[in-house]
């Protein structure tokens, strides 16, 4: 009589190469999941740099009766806005600056745009103040 206990060569092969499939999409899913985890965090952290050069340039728009005179400079990953400076993550690039103030309006444009960032993002602060 033959023992016939134990498993073949080719059912070792064919349950080997079935893990290695799982592993591989597996690892697959994980890198997608680390790329859109990077992606949120600077995402989050360039809309939170909004939020503060939009609130500073608000407060400094609250407290003055000439809103022309507030200046905004945009150099490499920094902005300042009345002397506060914000500072956008590493590898940032803000191009497309624009400013202007007429007829009570005054607004504030930059395009923001990071190599980890699926897309790029924009920043566009409009604040209206009728004039008397």
């Known amino acids: 009589m033959k023992n016939n206990k134990g498993f073949t060569v080719v059912e070792l092969l064919s349950s080997f190469v079935l893990v290695m499939i ?3 999409f597996l690892f697959e899913i994980v890198l997608e999941l680390r790329n859109v985890y990077i992606n949120e965090a600077v995402r989050t952290e360039i809309v939170n740099k909004n939020a503060i050069l939009a609130t500073a340039l608000n407060q400094k728009l609250e407290s003055t009766n000439n809103p022309s005179s507030i200046s905004v400079t945009v150099s490499g990953t ?4 009345s002397g506060r400076v914000i500072e956008y993550p590493t590898n940032t690039t803000l191009s497309n600056f624009s400013r202007s103030y007429s007829d009570g309006v005054y607004s504030v444009n930059f395009k923001i ?14 604040y209206y103040r009728p004039v008397s």
């Open 113 to 126: 745009a990071n190599p980890e960032l699926d897309q790029d993002m924009d920043f566009n602060f409009v």
């Open 22 to 24: 799982i592993v591989v």
């Open 78 to 81: 920094k902005v300042t806005a």
